[in-house]
C-alpha cells in the first residue's frame, strides 16, 4: 500500500470506531463525501486490498506494442541519433509513418543515453521589443557561415531573411562566404516572391555600412546600401546581435533542423541545397510562422520585369574614356565601339553595371554602349576581414594539394 492508501484505511478505521465523522474524514483527504462513502464500502467488502488501484501492477491500455517500440529504438539509433525529441518525432511520422507523441520519444531517448534533458541556466534579460504589426514593415537579415555538410562538402554561408512580423523566412541562399552580392541574391529572390519591405534590419558588417573612420572618398554608402536606397527600402543597423534576435534564433533553429534534414535527403553541395530550400523554407514557415496583428500588406509591389530589378541590382561605377574610346576595370582594358569618329565620347563619364551573372554593360546617358575587352593586366587580391579569411584560405589550401598532387612522384 502506498502512503496515501494507509491514510485512508487509518481515517476509514477512525469513523468506523465512531471516533471521527466522516465528513472530517473526507475533508482531510481532500475529497468530497460520497468518494469517502464508497471507499468505506469498498473497505467493508475487501478490507485494505479495496483501496488499492486494481489497475496497479497491469500494462496501460495505450502502451506502445513492443514490435513498434523496437522499430522506434533502432530509427533512433540508425537514422536519428542526434535529432532533438521535436525533429524526431516529426520524422518518424513524416518518414517512417510512426506517429508518436514528442514526450514518448523523449523517454526512449534518454532510456537510450541519445537524450540529455538541458540543464536550465539562469540567462540574461534583454528587454522584448514587441512585433511589427504587418508582413514586410521589417526584415531582419543576416549571414551564417556554417559546417553545413558536415563534411560532406565545403563550408558555406547561408543568407537569411527573416520577416519580424510573423518570423516567415522570405529568402534564404547558399553562398561561398557572406558578401554583398550574396545579400543581392537573396534580395531579389525577396522582391520577386513578395516585393518590396519596408525597410531591412541589419548588423554592422562592412556591406551594410562604411566602418572606415578615415574614409576620404565615396558617398559613405556601401554597394548593398546603394541598391536598397535606389529601390526606397531603409536601411537600419542593429547595435547588438540580441537587437535582431529574430534572425538569429532562426540562425540557430536552421543550423540544427536544415543540416539533418539534408543529411536525411543525401545532399551534399551548395547547387542541391539551393534546389532543396524552397520545400524546406515552405515547412519551415507552416510551422514557425504566426500571423500578423494587422494584414494590410507592407510590400510595395515590384511592377517591373525581373531583368529591370536585375539592372537596379547590379553594382555600378563610373569610368572616363580615353580619347581612344578606352577604359580599364577588374584586371581588364576595353574599347568602346562606335559607328563614326566617336568624338563626342571622348573624356565621356560612363556607367559600368555589373550583373550578378558576371554580365557588364556600359551605360552612356541613355544609351547602352558595346565593347570587347582587349588586354589584362594583374589585379591584387582584396583584403580579407573574419568573413572570408576562412574561404580564402581554404582555395589556398586546395591549390597547393592539388598542385602537389600534380607533381610527379621520384
Known amino acids: 500500500m502506498s502512503e496515501r492508501e494507509r491514510d485512508r484505511s487509518h481515517l476509514i478505521r477512525q ?8 465528513r472530517d474524514a473526507a475533508h482531510r483527504l481532500g475529497i468530497g463525501l460520497r468518494q469517502f ?12 486490498a479495496g483501496l488499492v488501484n486494481r489497475q496497479r501492477g497491469q500494462a496501460s491500455h495505450n502502451r506502445l506494442p513492443e514490435a513498434t ?16 525529441p521535436t525533429l524526431a518525432a516529426e520524422k518518424l511520422a513524416e518518414r517512417d509513418g510512426i ?4 514526450e514518448t520519444v523523449r523517454r526512449i531517448q534518454t532510456r537510450l543515453k541519445l537524450h540529455r534533458p538541458k540543464a536550465r541556466r539562469a540567462k540574461r534579460v534583454f528587454q522584448l521589443r514587441e512585433r511589427r504589426p504587418r508582413f514586410g514593415e521589417l526584415v531582419q537579415i543576416d549571414g551564417s557561415p556554417h559546417d553545413w555538410f558536415e563534411g560532406r562538402g565545403p563550408r558555406c554561408t547561408l543568407i537569411v531573411f527573416i520577416d519580424d512580423a510573423t518570423g516567415r523566412l522570405t529568402a534564404l541562399r547558399f553562398a561561398p562566404v557572406e558578401s554583398g552580392l550574396a545579400y543581392l541574391d537573396a534580395l531579389r529572390d525577396h522582391v520577386l516572391a513578395h516585393g518590396l519591405p519596408v525597410a531591412f534590419y541589419s548588423d554592422r558588417h562592412g556591406i551594410f555600412r562604411v566602418n572606415a573612420k578615415d574614409a576620404a572618398s565615396g558617398d559613405g554608402k556601401t554597394e548593398f546600401g546603394r541598391v536598397v536606397e535606389r529601390l526606397e527600402i531603409g536601411l537600419i543597423n542593429a547595435l547588438t546581435p540580441q537587437a535582431k534576435g529574430r534572425v538569429e534564433r532562426a540562425n540557430q533553429t536552421l543550423q540544427d533542423r536544415l543540416i539533418k534534414e539534408m543529411r536525411l535527403s543525401n545532399i551534399s553541395s551548395m547547387d542541391e541545397a539551393q534546389a532543396f530550400l524552397p520545400g524546406f523554407m515552405e515547412k519551415y514557415n507552416k510551422k514557425f510562422s504566426v500571423p500578423p496583428r ?5 510590400h510595395r509591389p515590384w511592377a517591373k520585369t525581373a531583368d529591370e530589378l536585375d539592372a537596379a541590382l547590379a553594382r555600378r561605377e563610373e569610368r572616363t574614356l580615353s580619347k ?26 560612363v556607367t559600368l ?6 554580365r557588364m554593360r556600359v551605360h552612356y546617358k541613355d544609351r547602352v554602349l558595346a565593347c570587347t575587352a582587349y588586354a589584362t593586366y594583374p589585379v591584387p587580391d582584396p583584403a580579407a576581414d573574419e568573413k572570408t579569411l576562412d574561404h580564402r584560405v581554404d582555395g589556398l589550401v586546395a591549390a597547393r594539394s592539388q598542385a602537389e598532387a600534380a607533381q610527379p612522384r621520384p
Do not use: N
Not at 325 to 349: D, I
Not at 353 to 358: K, L, S, W
Open 37 to 48: 462513502k464508497r471507499l468505506v464500502k469498498a473497505w467493508k467488502q475487501r478490507g485494505d
Open 294 to 298: 494587422d494584414t494590410a500588406p507592407a
Open 15 to 22: 469513523t468506523i470506531e465512531k471516533t471521527l465523522s466522516q
Open 353 to 358: 553595371y555589373h550583373y550578378a551573372d558576371g
Open 324 to 349: 581612344a574610346l578606352t577604359f580599364s576595370c577588374g584586371g581588364k582594358k576595353y574599347c568602346v565601339k562606335v559607328t563614326g569618329p566617336g568624338t563626342a565620347l571622348r573624356g565621356a563619364k
Open 99 to 102: 506517429a508518436v507523441s514528442r
Open 69 to 84: 517500440r523496437l522499430r522506434i529504438e533502432q530509427l533512433l539509433r540508425e537514422s536519428y541519433p542526434d535529432f532533438g
